[in-house]
């Protein structure tokens, strides 16, 4: 088997439990500020728990997907962010199209934006942001 391409199956497997790892520690804090800490604003509570989200996303990509831990950490966190900024507005422009402007089922919309943000995100992480 190439070796390339096989670093890359694995690294992409790595990817996607590093992003289940990351949704389930967001929807963990989210759970938690709402019903235990009792954080009246759903909205604030989403938006801390995005941020461990996001923030198990970069060290379980640095550490354990890319395995890029001696790299400029800054660089790549910065890196990082933007890219997801980008992502974000690509996952909110798709659902409007879909939804908004054609007026499609969002739960399909949401799917393919998903589907979009994992495949662009895995390559834009493995060649831009920990690429050795």
């Known amino acids: 088997m190439d070796r390339p391409r096989a670093d890359a199956r694995r690294q992409f497997a790595r990817y996607l439990a590093n992003g289940i790892a990351a949704t389930a520690a967001h929807y963990s804090v989210l759970v938690f500020l709402l019903e235990v800490v009792g954080v009246p604003s759903a909205g604030a509570a989403n938006f801390v728990a995005a941020v461990v989200g ?4 970069f060290l379980g990509s640095r550490y354990f997907v890319f395995e890029a831990g001696d790299g400029d950490w800054s660089g790549q966190l910065w890196r990082f962010v933007l890219i997801y900024a980008m992502l974000a507005v690509l996952h909110a422009g798709v659902l409007f199209v879909w939804t908004d402007r054609l007026g499609y089922d969002f739960r399909i919309g949401f799917l393919i934006a998903t589907g979009l943000q994992v495949m662009i995100s895995f390559v ?4 831009l942001v920990f690429a050795p």
């Open 124 to 127: 834009a992480n493995r060649t």
């Open 54 to 57: 996001i923030t198990v996303s």
